[in-house]
């Protein structure tokens, strides 16, 4: 069983279960005596619906959860629900939250039998073999990389198993049917399409696990297994690939990926974009791959993971030494080519202060408008974890999560961390999600307003408006967590009453801090932000709106839009360092929205969101070798 954790329209692909599933089925006898089934739900769902949905036609004798900490706490009441109806059933955890933590598991969830530890595709399989031979739950000595309790209740951690080294023993669940990827009409079931094209990370950063991975030798799939998945999604016609790397880029075989991606889309249409963590590190393989993608069409967000500007928060974190933090060349390099790019910065960490913080945020906003600010989260098996106490790091644990929240630590005090979070709610709700990526530039350029200075303008604004739609942002704020946030977000890409509270948002605390000759360019720079915001019920929201299909994708076409400057080519000007003519010029453009935003808008997801932005037909990727162009 797999939760994702957003509440969308689409599911998230279940692609650890279907490693499970895949690896377990390889086996002859496991396959003959055994049916596995895989359930995934949207996050969000209820106890009771999931509960419903699992043991209605029946109860299984095992169940296996893929835990991470969003969905902890539900799935061990499922475990509790699972043992009243099947009192001899097996209860299996595994996954990043729960990997080495079997004492505190076995404590608050006695219902569960087994945690697996690290990878767990191998030992998985021979758990299942365990249970065919009729060993006891109490007696799986024999299996690596597993913890278990005794007949009398002491926990038993096996030892640790090694990694796989030939990924490819593990079998593709995209190439055995393993993953269910179409739904009852035929179509791709799934937000995005996800893959690993390697497994582990060089780095061991403080404040991540990445699966027990860090500070190992990276292992990677073939390109010939690669190149048959990305078949697979182009002939479904999947837009957007995800692979679950910590670091591509950073091997020579990913540059083949791309290639093998870019011959697909030339051979199906599809796949159109790549979203992934890149290599901290942007080495001359870095720049080959990007100017592949460039060249060949293949959109991607590329991310500059500096998480902090801060030179004591990054030796806390064991980054110090990156050279990922020599950043200003390869923003400018990215600008000159005309490429997305965004950063990310983790607010919390020990070391950091409101002050290095908020200086690191508008060094940065300098280059690149969208930033990615996470709240430092103390996740198990990290280093941070293990030195709470030499960092003096206080935490409370999440209402709707298992995740530990840090409070305040030796250079940040509860209270400044508390005042913070408003700043940070703007922060990830209006920057990171691109709803003013064009006003960020100009706002800056023209008007002399630091990315910070209108973000606690816009939190000043919210918090004394007197607006119902205001109030409902407030309490989505207050909530500190995931679900407000994701509220927040929806709510500004798809209720009407969004548009107009940030209308008269601007025109009551950003137009009096304009220079007046400058005044009418920016607000037509705001009001095209406004315009371009993905289409979420184009039945209601555009009435005027069709339906086209370019380059074999469909997109909403909102026809003639006028502008009285020009503003795509005034931001892409001041994008480039370049001083462009900002006379008024009336004139039209054909904004293109790109179809199915509905899972998008409805998550935190941000790098798949600004593939659902109106955008003038020049700028939608296609590949010249098809049409002409």
């Not at 008269?504 to 801090?513: A, F, N």
């Amino acid at each position: 069983m797999q939760q994702g954790v957003w509440d969308m329209p689409l599911e998230s692909m279940p692609l650890a279960s279907g490693y499970l599933k895949s690896t377990a089925m390889a086996d002859s006898r496991i396959e003959r005596a055994m049916d596995i089934q895989i359930q995934n739900f949207r996050g969000g769902t209820t106890n009771t619906f999931i509960a419903n949905s699992m043991f209605t036609t029946g109860v299984p004798d095992i169940i296996a959860f893929s835990v991470l900490g969003w969905n902890y706490e539900k799935f061990g009441a499922l475990a509790e629900t699972f043992k009243q109806l099947n009192p001899d059933g097996w209860v299996v955890f595994g996954g990043n939250h729960v990997s080495n933590q079997a004492a505190r598991v076995f404590r608050m969830y006695p219902e569960v039998d087994v945690v697996i530890n690290g990878e767990g595709e191998l030992t998985f399989r021979e758990f299942l073999l365990a249970y065919l031979d009729g060993t006891s739950k109490h007696d799986l000595g024999a299996i690596a990389g597993l913890s278990y309790q005794s007949a009398d209740g002491q926990v038993i951690t096996n030892e640790d198993r090694a990694r796989i080294e030939d990924l490819d023993t593990i079998p593709s669940p995209v190439l055995t049917g393993a993953l269910d990827l179409v739904d009852a009409d035929g179509e791709f079931r799934y937000d995005v399409a996800l893959m690993e094209t390697n497994r582990g990370c060089p780095y061991k950063c403080s404040f991540c696990y990445w699966g027990g991975a860090t500070g190992q030798k990276v292992r990677a799939f073939s390109i010939e297994r690669l190149r048959e998945e990305l078949e697979v999604f182009g002939k479904h016609e999947v837009h957007t690939v995800v692979a679950c790397d910590a670091n591509f880029g950073l091997l020579p075989g990913d540059y083949d990926f791309i290639e093998a991606m870019v011959e697909t889309r030339d051979r199906f249409g599809f796949p159109r974009a790549l979203e992934t963590s890149w290599a901290k590190n942007k080495s001359k393989n870095f720049y080959r791959i990007v100017r592949r993608m460039k060249e060949a069409g293949m959109k991607s967000s590329f991310t500059l993971a500096l998480q902090s500007l801060s030179d004591n928060a990054l030796e806390g974190m064991r980054r110090r030494n990156m050279k990922v933090n020599d950043w200003e060349d390869l923003t400018t390099w990215l600008a000159e080519e005309g490429l997305d790019c965004y950063a990310e910065l983790i607010w919390g960490a020990p070391g950091e202060t409101v002050e290095s913080f908020m200086a690191g945020y508008d060094r940065l906003a300098e280059r690149m408008s969208r930033i990615a600010v996470y709240p430092m989260l103390l996740l198990p098996n990290t280093d941070y974890m293990e030195k709470k106490e030499l960092f003096g790091i206080k935490t409370v644990r999440g209402d709707t999560d298992d995740f530990e929240y840090i409070l305040e630590h030796n250079t940040m005090s509860f209270a400044e961390n508390q005042e913070f979070q408003r700043f940070l709610f703007w922060a990830r709700v209006v920057a990171e999600n691109a709803i003013l990526r064009h006003s960020w530039v100009a706002l800056r350029g023209l008007a002399g307003l630091s990315q910070s200075q209108v973000l606690l303008n816009l939190e000043a604004w919210i918090a004394a408006a007197q607006d119902p739609a205001a109030e409902q942002l407030r309490q989505w704020q207050a909530e500190l967590g995931t679900n407000g946030l994701g509220e927040a977000i929806k709510f500004l890409f798809t209720e009407p009453d969004a548009e107009r509270l940030l209308n008269r948002w601007w025109t009551e605390s950003i137009h009096p801090l304009l220079p007046a000759d400058l005044a009418p360019l920016l607000a037509e720079v705001f009001r095209y932000d406004l315009l371009t915001r993905p289409v979420y019920r184009p039945e209601g929201d555009l009435p005027e709106d069709e339906v086209i299909t370019e380059f074999k994708e469909s997109y909403y076409l909102l026809r003639d839009v006028p502008l009285s400057y020009d503003v795509p080519r005034i931001v892409s000007g001041l994008r480039a360092g370049q001083d462009p003519d900002l006379s008024a010029t009336d004139c039209t453009v054909d904004l293109y929205y790109r179809k199915g935003a509905e899972s998008a808008v409805t998550s935190t997801n941000h790098e798949i969101v600004v593939h659902y932005m109106g955008t003038p037909r020049d700028e939608i990727v296609h590949n010249p070798s098809r049409d002409g162009c």
